[in-house]
Nanobody, 123 residues
């Protein structure tokens, strides 16, 4: 069993900062790409940022220059540092990871999602 557990969401004023964390645990052989998505009320889930196992990051245009994704491979954890937050950043943020795990005696790569953490940007 593999789990992704997120933390760090909350209420912040416009212009403020938050740091999200997502830790993968369980029967993990290796972790490949990790990333963050978000879903605002009435909208589709959208990509925020991704990072490869080698540390190469990419971002949605809407967050470039404000958000930074990083990871600690030893801890199987991905972070999202969010700065200069805007009301339009309000959403449930989900982490995602491609994880090589053993199921029924075989190693395969599966895509896992966290439970989501609410980020609200409001004065």
């Amino acid at each position: 069993q593999v789990q992704l557990v997120e933390s760090g969401g909350g209420l912040v004023q416009p212009g403020g900062s938050l740091r999200l964390s997502c830790a993968a645990s369980g029967s993990i052989a290796s972790v490949y790409g990790m990333g963050w998505y978000r879903q605002a009320p009435g909208k589709q889930r959208e990509l925020v940022a991704t990072i490869t196992s080698g540390g190469t990051a990419s971002y949605a245009d809407s967050v470039k220059g404000r958000f930074t994704v990083s990871r600690d491979n030893a801890k199987n954890t991905v972070y999202l540092q969010m700065s200069s937050l805007k009301p339009e950043d309000t959403a449930v943020y989900y982490c995602n990871a491609a994880i090589n795990t053993r199921v029924a005696g075989m190693f395969q790569v599966y895509n896992y999602w966290g439970q989501g953490t609410q980020v609200t940007v409001s004065s």
